[in-house]
């Protein structure tokens, strides 16, 4: 689970598996596997970050939980997508 902020202000805390595709337009954009859609205050890069660090925390044997891997060698990150590469379980 993340936190973060919808453009209103409000806090909202979503399970990181459900992100299908993150994308700056200019606000950042979340497209949830079932189609929803969320706009929040944090970047790409800081949902981004987020998540890896969720997992590391959750999965230790999870790519990158012992090391810091940058967002882009774990989402396939182009101008305004980022898109998730790790395998969803």
């Keep these: ?23 700056a337009s200019p606000d950042t954009m979340l497209t949830l596997i079932n189609g929803e859609k969320l706009i929040v205050r944090e970047t790409c890069a800081e949902v981004s970050e987020r998540v890896l660090a969720y997992g590391r925390a959750c999965w230790p044997q999870w790519p990158g939980a012992r090391r810091r891997e940058s967002c882009t060698e774990l989402f396939h990150c182009q101008p305004g997508r980022c898109r998730p590469t790790r395998p969803r379980t």
């Design 1 to 23: 689970m993340i936190e973060l902020t919808r453009l209103n202000g409000t806090s909202i805390v979503l399970n990181s598996d459900l992100i299908k595709t993150a994308e």
